[in-house]
């Protein structure tokens, strides 16, 4: 059974930081392109990060600069670090795995807020 397995959210003061990690079991994510997608109430679900199985990372303009993606294919996690949040990056963060199958963890929230 594949799990991602989300953590880290919180609430976090405007131009402060988190880090968020998600764990898998069940797949390897070294053969799979794992990415970070986010949802704000009302809004559609969107594109944050990813990184390929090539090790090439991606993001959205929204937050290039100030989020970084990273993996640890030792401990098949990979994380989202969040420097200088503002409050239109509150949303629910999903991870996300695509490879010969696509996967979703169950979110973690991230509020922005003073």
Request: charged letters at 15%; a positive charge.
């Amino acid at each position: 059974q594949v799990q991602l397995v989300e953590s880290g959210g919180g609430l976090v003061q405007p131009g402060g930081s988190l880090r968020l990690a998600c764990a898998a079991s069940g797949i390897i994510f070294g053969i799979y392109r794992v990415g970070w997608w986010r949802q704000a109430p009302g809004k559609t679900r969107e594109f944050v990060a990813d990184i390929t199985t090539g090790g090439i990372t991606n993001y959205a303009e929204s937050v290039k600069g100030r989020f970084t993606f990273s993996r640890d294919i030792a401990k098949n996690t990979v994380y989202l670090q969040m420097n200088s949040v503002k409050p239109e990056d509150t949303a629910v963060y999903y991870c996300w795995a695509r490879g010969p199958s696509a996967y979703w963890g169950q979110g973690t929230q991230v509020t922005v807020s003073s």
